[in-house]
C-alpha cells in the first residue's frame, strides 16, 4: 500500500515517537517537542452527491502536530468533533457525517440517508 501525504506523516510520527514513550521522555525531550511546530495540509475535495447530481468543491484544512492531528475544517468552518483512526477521519458538519480518507485521499458522506456524497481529493 503506498503512503502519501497526511497519512505517512500520522504512520512515522507514530513510528518515531513509540521509543520515546517506551524509554520515557527527559526534560531536554519535552521542552524540544512543545517548541516544534506542527502544520497544515489543505485538500480540496470534488465530491459528487446523489440522488441530486452534482459535484460540489469541498475544502479540508488539517492543522497537525508531531503526535496528530489538532484540527479540521471543512469549507473554513471548524469542526468541533472529530476522530481519528487510522488514516480516516470522521466528524459531522450540519447533519452530514462526513469521512476523509487521507491516505486513498477519498471523500464520503452522509445526509442521514437522504443524500450520499463520493469523491477525490488532491493536496493543494
Known sequence: ????GLAWLLVSATVVAAPAFAQ??????????KNEKGGEVTLVCEAAYQ??????????HIGYDKKRV???KIDGVPVFTFSVDGTVIRTAIDNERIQIDTAAQSWSSDFRG????????ERS
Open 1 to 4: 500500500m503506498r503512503r502519501t
Open 24 to 33: 520515557g521522555k527527559n526534560k531536554k525531550a519535552e521542552k524540544t517537542d
Open 51 to 60: 440522488p441530486a447530481r452534482t459535484t460540489w468543491t469541498r475544502t479540508v
Open 70 to 72: 489538532t484540527s479540521v
Open 114 to 121: 437522504q443524500a450520499t456524497a463520493q469523491g477525490r481529493c
